[in-house]
């Protein structure tokens, strides 16, 4: 039986073997105590952001000997939760333990000194974190945010670049403390060499934008 690769596949290999090599090179390079990579050419260092509640999301909210105040809840689309003695608390935008403090808070008033854990089960995240993909990517979609997630991680979730896109003209657009920022990437370099150095830490929010080749 004769196997058939498609050109997606036969891509993601191709990104596989030249980042094995270039790991192989910086180590050879490494040893010779002569580094021949430029620092400022280096990825960008993943900043670890913590994992922040959406609409959507489900949570297990645990009481610490309450166990009739123990449930499994979803994040209404308003970003609230109800539990047991509890109508309504906002929930979205909030890490699992700030939500869990201020259940602490709320349950106060009915039980004496709680204490409460919050662990999400079922993954959509605030809107605000998504990353977004638009343009010319293969199937150009919004993306849960994960830590450490860079994008290398995104374009294979988005199945890489469509057949007409200008890969290394695709344009990063970053919104931080209020000010926005655009980036060109070189996604081509990236996806067809391996170039490890077009690799790049993404943050919640970001929007990728991968514009048409001019003919």
Same mark, same amino acid.
């Given at each position: 039986?004769?196997?058939? *690769?498609?050109?997606? @596949?036969?891509?993601?290999?191709?990104?596989? !073997?030249?980042?094995?090599?270039?790991?192989?090179?910086?180590?050879?390079?490494?040893?010779?105590? &002569?580094?021949? #990579?430029?620092?400022?050419?280096?990825?960008?260092?993943?900043?670890?952001?913590?994992?922040? *509640?959406?609409?959507?999301?489900?949570? @297990?909210?645990? #009481?610490? &000997?309450?166990?009739? %105040?123990?449930?499994?809840?979803?994040? $209404?689309?308003?970003?609230?939760?109800?539990?047991?003695?509890?109508?309504?608390?906002?929930?979205?935008?909030?890490?699992?333990? @700030? %939500?869990?403090?201020?259940?602490?808070?709320?349950?106060?008033?009915?039980?004496? &000194?709680?204490?409460?854990?919050?662990?999400?089960?079922?993954?959509?995240?605030?809107?605000?974190?998504?990353? !977004?993909?638009?343009? @010319?990517?293969?199937?150009?979609?919004?993306?849960?945010?994960?830590?450490?997630?860079?994008?290398?991680? #995104?374009?294979?979730? #988005?199945?890489?670049?469509?057949?007409?896109?200008?890969? &290394?003209?695709?344009?990063?657009?970053?919104?931080?403390?209020?000010?926005?920022?655009?980036?060109?990437?070189?996604? $081509?370099?990236? %996806?067809?060499?391996?170039?490890?150095?077009?690799?790049?830490?993404?943050?919640?929010?970001?929007?990728?934008?991968?514009?048409?080749? $001019?003919?």
């Amino acid at each position: 039986m004769t196997m058939r *690769i498609d050109s997606h @596949q036969h891509r993601y290999f191709g990104i596989a !073997r030249a980042l094995m090599l270039a790991a192989l090179a910086s180590l050879v390079v490494g040893c010779g105590g &002569n580094p021949a #990579v430029n620092s400022a050419a280096l990825p960008i260092q993943a900043e670890q952001s913590e994992y922040r *509640i959406g609409p959507g999301d489900t949570l @297990q909210v645990f #009481v610490w &000997n309450q166990p009739e %105040l123990t449930v499994t809840v979803p994040v $209404r689309p308003d970003g609230m939760i109800s539990t047991p003695l509890i109508a309504g608390v906002p929930a979205e935008g909030k890490t699992a333990p @700030q %939500l869990a403090k201020d259940l602490e808070v709320a349950l106060a008033e009915y039980v004496r &000194n709680p204490t409460v854990s919050v662990m999400v089960t079922s993954f959509v995240g605030a809107y605000a974190d998504q990353i !977004r993909v638009v343009g @010319q990517a293969a199937k150009p979609q919004s993306l849960n945010y994960r830590a450490n997630m860079t994008l290398l991680d #995104v374009m294979i979730a #988005v199945g890489g670049l469509a057949e007409f896109a200008a890969g &290394n003209r695709a344009v990063l657009v970053r919104t931080q403390d209020g000010q926005q920022t655009r980036t060109k990437v070189r996604l $081509r370099d990236l %996806l067809d060499k391996g170039d490890i150095s077009a690799n790049v830490a993404m943050r919640p929010g970001d929007v990728l934008i991968i514009p048409e080749s $001019r003919f």
